[in-house]
């Protein structure tokens, strides 16, 4: 009798696999572990967020990691943007991102792999709400209270090179949640 993994096995495994690749790719491109710590030290967050994202909508078993590996994700990509422009007085609203605009992207992601469309249409919604308070923290916070110490110039200025874009993102998101899915016959 052929034994085969057990979800925890399989979820410690693919993690020694990403960080093995991890290695690899920092020695192949030469950079050294104290580099990436003081430049990418973010991505030690995202990285394993997005390990457990994978795992979770590939192992049926521990699917239920989508949620925690969505925020974690979402998190380290915030601390990414937040380290490379120097900008970390925007976690006043930028948390809506993480939670709940991670959790509802976890929950969209299960939803996928459950094939489930209330819990998409929850994690959809749950999305929504996160960008919607992080559009009204990015603006009070920058326009009036100038948190990130950015000059925002005049308003129209600041809707074009800061809201229009997300704008833009948001919509391509609504079409890929709300396009029509194939049915099964």
């Not at 925690?68 to 979402?74: F, L, M, R, T």
């Not at 000059?151 to 809201?163: A, D, E, K, M, N």
């Amino acid at each position: 009798m052929e034994r085969t993994p057990s979800g925890p096995v399989i979820v410690m495994g693919a993690i020694l696999i990403a960080l093995g690749i991890l290695y690899f790719l920092l020695e192949l491109i030469h950079i050294s572990v104290g580099q990436l710590l003081h430049y990418g030290w973010p991505v030690l967050v995202a990285f394993p967020g997005l390990v457990l994202t994978v795992i979770g909508m590939s192992v049926r078993e521990v699917d239920s990691l989508c949620i925690p590996g969505a925020i974690v994700s979402v998190a380290g990509t915030v601390l990414m943007i937040q380290n490379l422009w120097n900008i970390f007085g925007t976690w006043t609203y930028a948390w809506a991102l993480v939670a709940p605009g991670g959790m509802g992207l976890g929950m969209w992601l299960q939803g996928v792999v459950y094939g489930s469309a209330g819990l998409r249409a929850t994690g959809a919604h749950t999305m929504g709400v996160g960008l919607v308070f992080f559009l009204a923290g990015l603006v009070f916070f920058e326009r009036v209270l100038h948190v990130s110490g950015r000059p925002t110039g005049p308003l129209w200025i600041f809707v074009l090179s800061v809201v229009l874009p997300l704008v833009i993102i948001v919509a391509g998101f609504v079409l890929l949640i709300r396009r029509p899915r194939p049915t099964i016959r």
